[in-house]
């Protein structure tokens, strides 16, 4: 399966960051490019559970692809959710049920620097994203 353009760029970039001090710069770059959240797209509704900060996330199909979007407050988390968005924007329902997210992680040399409770938190996140692909099945 070929990846998605944002994945091939986003392995690119880490590849040649070295350090983690590099990498971390380039999580912040990451994150500012998130497009914001209305104050009304952050709601209740659209909280992920699971993570120890609020995380925000919308989810859009365009023939059988999935678009989502996410929000942080936390600069940082802003960055992985950045990065995680690049692995599974465009993915079907089907290819995003198989994505690995320690492996995404230690392929951008990330996967040491994930504290628990962080990468608990992601792993929520792509758990929501999954259900909401699977929620969208169930009512085709």
Request: aromatic content about 6%.
């Amino acid at each position: 399966m070929s990846l998605p353009d944002a994945t091939e760029q986003c392995l690119g970039a880490f590849s040649v960051a070295s350090g983690w001090e590099a990498r971390a710069r380039l999580l912040m770059q990451w994150g500012e490019r998130l497009e914001p959240l209305t104050a009304a797209q952050c709601c209740e509704q659209n909280l992920v559970s699971g993570c120890e900060s609020q995380v925000w996330l919308l989810a859009e199909q365009h023939q059988q692809r999935w678009q989502f979007r996410a929000a942080s407050e936390a600069r940082l988390l802003r960055g992985l959710l950045a990065i995680l968005l690049a692995r599974v924007n465009g993915l079907t329902g089907d290819e995003l049920a198989k994505v690995d997210l320690l492996d995404w992680f230690t392929q951008l040399g990330l996967a040491r620097q994930l504290s628990p409770s962080r990468s608990n938190g992601l792993q929520a996140v792509l758990q929501r994203m999954r259900e909401l692909t699977k929620a969208d099945h169930a009512s085709d």
